[in-house]
Nanobody
């Protein structure tokens, strides 16, 4: 099947930076989009940003100008560079892979931003 392995979460002070990495392996074909969602305690999972097969990128308004998504097509890896982090960015971040035949999620990585 498909495996998504995330890394890079942690604890950082407000204003700091983190970089998340998600590597996909397995039966990878017809990638429609790769990206990141997040879920804070007591809230619904929300899109942070994604990049589609054509390279178009979407960001949530709350992260525009601070977060950057990039993708390595050879390695089937997507990155999320997070700068100027705020306490409200605290959440579990999930990698998402949308294939032509299914949708897959990573296990999640915790990002905690202290004030």
């Amino acid at each position: 099947q498909v495996q998504l392995v995330e890394s890079g979460g942690g604890l950082v002070q407000a204003g700091g930076s983190l970089r998340l990495t998600c590597a996909a392996s397995g039966r990878i074909s017809s990638i429609n989009a790769m990206g990141w969602y997040r879920q804070a305690p007591g809230k619904e999972r929300e899109l942070v940003g994604n990049i589609d097969r054509g390279g178009s990128i979407n960001y949530a308004d709350s992260v525009k100008g601070r977060f950057t998504i990039s993708r390595d097509n050879v390695k089937n890896t997507v990155y999320l560079q997070m700068n100027n982090l705020k306490p409200e960015d605290t959440a579990v971040y999930f990698c998402n892979l949308l294939l032509g035949w299914g949708t897959f999620w990573g296990q999640g990585t915790q990002v905690t931003v202290s004030s």
